[in-house]
């Protein structure tokens, strides 16, 4: 059964700093995406999606937009009210983050001067990089609803990825025994970091597509030694295959294809909101 992405529009006082930021003249590779879901699923439940994949949102205020979001997602399941699942998808400027326990052996700078900003969050996992180039996808969902088992949302994440490099790019990655993540041989594609608070899961998986590496050699990138991180855009260009797309172009494409295969393994129906600017 196919599902069109449903539109629609959304103003909160909230997140008024969530904006388009520019308005890329540039042509899409498509104009529509649908939203396929399995043959049992006729009334999949619903996702809304703040998409603003093309701009570069600061690591700070998406990070206080997830909580504010998994807050009011709280609040209606104390009150044993309903609430739909939530993704939030978007690109850092250049920042290194932090999980909860991460230690800063594997940090290759002094912190006290570092050359981007640095964050330590409450997420699991070690240092890790987001900047320009990467896709961000947050899901802030509520895993009663879906199956509330940590290990198993983390491979469904680690499904989402891999299929996405097989369809969109033909490009065969996989798991790795023992670490969490997305690889292609040796090389680190897509990292994964969640909390989950009352079954609410927030932060969430970073996908290499166009990113400049460089700024991975100032760390250990999630704690792991002797191994490297990849980008889609690398991949290609090694491969016997190649044919040249524009870095904007590989985004679109594997910005489509995140939002198509995460809606199918999560069985959900994704809606796209509009965000506003509101004027204080």
Request: with cysteine; hydrophobic share 35%.
């Amino acid at each position: 059964m196919v599902f069109p992405i449903a539109t629609s529009s959304v103003t909160n006082p909230k997140l008024h700093h969530y904006h388009h930021l520019r308005d890329f003249n540039r042509n899409r590779v498509s104009t529509s995406l649908k939203i396929i879901n399995s043959k049992n699923h006729t009334n999949p439940r619903k996702c809304e999606c703040f998409d603003l994949y093309d701009q570069l949102i600061p690591y700070k205020e998406a990070w206080s937009w997830q909580k504010s979001i998994l807050n009011e997602k709280k609040a209606l399941i104390d009150k044993n009210q309903e609430c739909s699942d939530s993704l939030i998808i978007l690109q850092h400027p250049s920042v290194y983050t932090m999980g909860t326990g991460s230690s800063e052996n594997y940090l290759n700078f002094d912190i006290k001067n570092a050359p981007f900003d640095v964050y330590r969050t409450e997420r699991g996992g070690e240092v890790t990089y987001h900047g320009p180039g990467q896709l961000v996808m947050y899901p802030i969902i509520n895993l009663r609803n879906h199956k509330m088992d940590l290990h198993w949302y983390l491979r469904k994440l680690e499904e989402v990825v891999i299929r996405v490099l097989s369809s969109a790019f033909a490009i065969n990655a996989s798991r790795l025994d023992g670490f969490t993540g997305v690889w292609v041989g040796n090389k680190k594609m897509a990292a994964i970091g969640i909390r989950v608070s009352k079954w609410m899961t927030y932060h969430g998986l970073a996908l290499n597509v166009t990113t400049d590496l460089t700024p991975f050699n100032s760390i250990v990138p999630c704690g792991i030694r002797n191994r490297g991180v990849g980008s889609v855009k690398g991949l290609i260009e090694d491969g016997e295959h190649y044919n040249k797309l524009e870095d904007l172009q590989l985004l679109d494409i594997a910005h489509e294809s995140l939002l198509k295969e995460f809606s199918e393994v999560f069985q959900l129906q994704i809606e796209k909101q509009t965000v506003f600017k509101l004027e204080c």
